[in-house]
């Protein structure tokens, strides 16, 4: 035993004499680099304003884990006459898959931050900006995430960017390991008829609580086969997609734990989620009730509750969908036997009021209308002609 205590006794005496002591073995500290605000959609989506090549045009831009890249919307390309790179690359999303061009080795300015030589491939958000009813220029997930460790503080709207290096996450909370490919993946427990532990895309630029991959969900027998859902249609980078939306009893991430949570289940035709590999998604209406620091160059996600931990989910079910198209809120998608239809709504009407509210904001009626079991007036144009309507908004639960 002498011995070989004095054996590491000379190990710890030539490690030091090198140099090689704790304090130079540690990672540098990170530090800060800039701060900024966000604005959050209805969702949870994160939007960040930002500037692209040496442009003078100020864009938006959704802050999205579940992107495996930076992207610039084709419209915005062709208006700032951007040069165009073609590729046999293809993306994959909610809707289909779709092949893609480049506008290689160009910079992005955030507020105190520029970032260059990045390769942002080309996509067209015009769906994107009409569901949520406010401007998306582009998408910024792995090409940025994965250089820095960012801070989202949902109670002050800020976000924080950091160098790569040793960083002290403060008190509280919980840290993910993350799985990485270009995507962070994370397990939660789902619990419902049975309890099921699997992994999932941690991705802050879903505007939703939850997506289920349909074949996991009869697989494990997490709902019963009896169990009631309702038709629903979701926008996503590639188009539009029927999917069918209900409650689970339970998620659980980490040791936190949230009841009767809103979600979606879908057909994954284009092999989004990989299934077996992974279940579906997390998404933002979820993710947002804890502040996060991103941090993809030590592979960890470290979640803390905030202000919004325990507020409630939006159960509310319209059975249609609302566009903000040439400044008018118009319906679309109306589903069969479902309130917006029993309401005499039709797609391609033009909203007017909601009781004696009268907007065409569409953030401000998408809020309004979050209230399930509530009742509205509904003002609406149809070929000209001024209507109103009953409509008893539904409910998940």
């Not at 931050?113 to 569901?131: K, P, Q, R, V």
Request: glycine fraction near 8%; proline fraction near 4%.
């Amino acid at each position: 035993m002498k011995k070989l205590l004095v054996g590491w006794v000379i190990v710890l005496l030539l490690l030091a004499k090198a140099g090689y002591t704790q304090e130079y073995l540690e990672a540098p500290a990170s530090t800060l680099l800039t701060k900024f605000r966000f604005r959050m959609l209805h969702g949870g989506v994160l939007l960040v304003e930002g500037l692209v090549a040496n442009k003078a045009d100020t864009l938006q831009f959704v802050l999205d884990t579940g992107s495996s890249g930076i992207s610039l919307d084709s419209s915005l390309v062709a208006r700032l006459q951007l040069p165009v790179t073609p590729s046999d690359k293809v993306v994959k999303g909610i809707g289909g898959v779709k092949n893609v061009s480049f506008v290689r080795k160009q910079s992005l300015r955030l507020p105190g931050l520029t970032i260059d030589s990045l390769d942002f491939h080309i996509n067209d958000y015009e769906l994107l900006t009409s569901a949520y009813g406010t401007r998306i220029d582009g998408v910024i997930g792995y090409s940025f995430l994965r250089k820095f460790i960012v801070a989202v503080n949902y109670d002050s709207s800020l976000i924080a960017v950091y160098t790569p290096g040793s960083f002290k996450y403060g008190r509280g909370g919980h840290v993910l390991k993350p799985r990485f490919t270009n995507l962070p993946i994370v397990h939660a427990v789902l619990t419902d008829e049975t309890k099921q532990d699997a992994k999932y895309f941690f991705d802050t630029g879903a505007g939703l609580c939850f997506l289920l991959n349909a074949e996991f969900t009869e697989d494990s027998g997490l709902f019963k086969k009896r169990r009631k859902f309702y038709p629903a249609l979701i926008e996503g980078i590639a188009g539009k997609q029927a999917m069918k939306c209900g409650v689970v009893k339970q998620v659980q991430i980490g040791p936190y734990k949230f009841r009767n949570v809103p979600g979606y289940v879908f057909a994954d035709s284009f092999n989004i989620t990989n299934y077996p590999s992974l279940a579906g998604l997390l998404g933002n209406d979820l993710l947002k009730r804890f502040n996060l620091v991103i941090n993809y160059p030590d592979q960890e996600i470290h979640i803390k509750p905030n202000t919004k931990f325990r507020e409630p989910f939006d159960y509310a079910y319209l059975g249609c969908n609302l566009y903000q198209v040439d400044n008018v809120i118009v319906f679309g998608e109306v589903l069969p036997n479902t309130p917006a239809a029993k309401a005499g709504l039709l797609d391609g009407d033009v909203f007017v009021h909601v009781d004696n509210v009268y907007t065409n904001s569409l953030p401000i009626v998408k809020a309004i209308m979050q209230a399930a079991n509530t009742k509205f007036t509904i003002g609406i144009i149809r070929n000209g002609v001024s209507l109103t309507k009953k409509l008893t908004v539904g409910s998940l639960l």
